[in-house]
């Protein structure tokens, strides 16, 4: 089921609106204080600790990582690692192969326990307009940006 309600609204919108909402969300993450992030586990491999090394290093200025996080963060960059292996794996089999379908059926899986644990840190759109963060602002040059490349360009009669 997904989530209910709204996407809230970010800090620039609630602070035109004259809310006090934007205060009491300050003030529930902490009041925008950085903390640092989790010490890497020791238990993770050489691979998981690179996924972890990338995921504190784009996450860090959100501030959403405390050292409470540590294990749930661990168990997303072993199960990354592992998606990958599985991934790898099932390259070069034929489709109706039975080891290529355990192989598929294993990733998928591990996708959805990655997407709810990528959703739990921020990892996602949706997840960080949750979370109040402000989405990027687009390139001067527009390019990956909705349907501006994709459309030509309007010529005036």
């Known amino acids: ?10 800090a620039e919108v609630l602070k035109a609106r004259g809310s006090a909402l934007k205060v009491h969300r300050a003030s529930r993450n902490g009041g925008g204080v950085l903390s640092a992030p989790p010490a890497c ?10 996924v972890w090394a990338g995921a504190v290093a784009a996450m860090g200025p959100w501030g959403v ?3 409470a996080d540590e294990n749930a ?5 072993d199960m990354t690692i592992l998606h ?9 089999l034929a489709d109706d192969d039975p080891t290529a379908v355990r192989l598929e059926r294993r990733a998928l899986k591990l996708c959805a326990l990655l997407l709810a644990l990528e959703e739990k840190f921020g ?16 390139p001067e ?12 360009e309007r010529r005036e009669p």
Do not use: D, H
């Not at 586990?41 to 690179?50: G, I, Q, V």
């Not at 040059?141 to 909705?146: K, L």
């Open 41 to 50: 586990p020791e238990w993770l491999s050489a691979e998981a600790r690179r």
């Open 73 to 77: 963060l661990g168990r997303y960059c």
């Open 84 to 92: 990958r292996r599985l991934v790898e794996a099932r390259k070069g």
């Open 1 to 10: 089921m997904g989530r209910r309600g709204p996407i809230p609204l970010s």
């Open 141 to 152: 040059s527009g390019v990956g940006f909705g349907f501006k490349n994709l459309l030509p």
């Open 65 to 67: 990582l405390r050292p």
């Open 123 to 138: 990892m996602t759109p949706a997840s960080r307009a949750r979370l109040g963060f402000q989405p990027a602002t687009p």
